[in-house]
Each structure stands twice: as C-alpha cells, then as structure tokens.
C-alpha cells in the first residue's frame, strides 16, 4: 500500500474531528506547564502557570482545598528533618534544630480553610452574607533565616483562601525552597491533577523579585 500526501491529510482530518474541530484536546492541559511541579526561571511563566493553577482551584470544592493543604501539612511533617537539615546546611543561619521545629510546627498549625467563615447581619432593612473570595494569584518573597518554612505555611493559609502564589526566594535559600515546592506539587498533582499550585522562581535575583 502506498501512502501519500492525500491518505495523510485524511488521517488527521479524522482524527482531529473526533477530538474537535479545534483541535484543542491535543494540546496539555494548563498551557503546556503540566509536570513542572511549580519549578521556574521566568517569572511571567510563572506567573501564567499559576493562573491556570487558579482557574483550576477555582473550580474545587472546600474538601478538595483541605485534601490540598493536607498534602503540604504532612509532607513538612514527615520531611522536616530532611528538609530542615537540607535548609540549614544551604543557608548556614540558625540552629538545625529549630530549623526542624519550625517546618514541623508550621505544618501542624499553620491557618487553613478552618479559618474561613461566613458572617450574617440581619436587621430592620433586610439580611447581609459576607463571604470571603480570593485575590487570585500572588506573589510573594521569602527570607533567608527560614525559606521553607515559610512558604509552607503561606501556602497552607494562601491555597486555603483559594489563591495560588509564586515565590521568589532568597538566592541562599533557593534549593531547599525549590525542593519543598517540588515535593508539595507532585503529592497534589497525584492525588487531584492540579499542578503548579506554588510556583518558586529556581533562580531568583533582585529583578524577579522586581518583575
């Protein structure tokens, strides 16, 4: 059988009718940015990894935030003393132990969707709801002294509020910060299919930060 030009394009016209005319199911879901698991160097794809990461998050119900920042509690718990000695041989500040204590602790206690409640107000002139809505995504910059747990706990209050965030860490601080959001993606993305929740800017400087 010969296979020419004509046979070839009758294939795919086939093919992408099944799909849509569009084509669009081809493509990878969240703008090609699926698998990175919140790792970038270009603050802008950063930046649009996590709008898609919003727009997905925006669609989850209150459960599904909790089985998100349940994730992140766990996984600083269990790896808070290889994460905690992991930052602190990279940063050399501070105590090893406290390095520990603070990434188990934040873990544990760090604000999440318990904290959300609605208010109600009825009087003479009728009833008022008051609901909190997210800001969407937001950008945020760590510290040295203590780089991965901080961004554990924002991102348990920040994922909890509905928003997504990305992160320019301290350049002393950059591996363990990437490593954490690394672990944290991946256990999200396996459990719910939602990746770049976190984003961390892989090598930050003053003009990320800026950007």
């Known amino acids: ?24 199911l081809l493509g990878p879901v969240g703008g090609g940015y699926q698998g990175r ?3 970038f160097t270009d603050v802008n794809e950063a930046v649009t990894a996590a709008r ?3 727009e997905q ?13 349940d994730h992140i509690r766990r996984l600083a718990i269990e790896h808070s003393v290889e994460l905690g000695t992991m930052e602190m041989n990279e940063t050399k500040i501070g105590r090893l132990k406290h390095k520990i204590e603070k990434l188990r602790t934040l873990g544990e206690r760090s604000p999440g969707v318990e904290f959300l409640r609605s208010e109600v107000y009825s009087g003479d002139h009728g009833l008022a709801v008051i609901e909190h809505a997210p800001f969407g995504v937001i950008g945020a910059v760590t510290p040295v002294t203590h780089s991965l747990p901080t961004i554990t706990g924002n991102a348990i209050s ?4 509905g928003n997504t965030v990305v992160f320019n860490p ?6 363990v910060a990437a490593e954490g959001v ?3 993606n991946e256990a999200i993305y396996r459990d719910l299919g939602i990746d770049n929740l976190i984003c961390v800017i892989t090598e930050p400087t003053l003009e990320t930060a800026e950007a």
């Open 182 to 184: 690394r672990r944290y």
């Open 57 to 69: 998050l925006s669609r989850c119900t209150l459960e599904d935030r909790k089985r998100i920042i």
């Open 1 to 24: 059988m010969q296979i020419d030009e004509t046979l070839i394009r009758s294939v795919v016209e086939q093919v992408l009718h099944r799909l849509g005319t569009n084509g669009s």
């Open 170 to 175: 301290h350049p002393s601080g950059k591996r």
């Open 158 to 161: 920040m994922i909890a509020a």
């Open 37 to 39: 698991f919140g790792m």
């Open 52 to 54: 898609d990461a919003f």
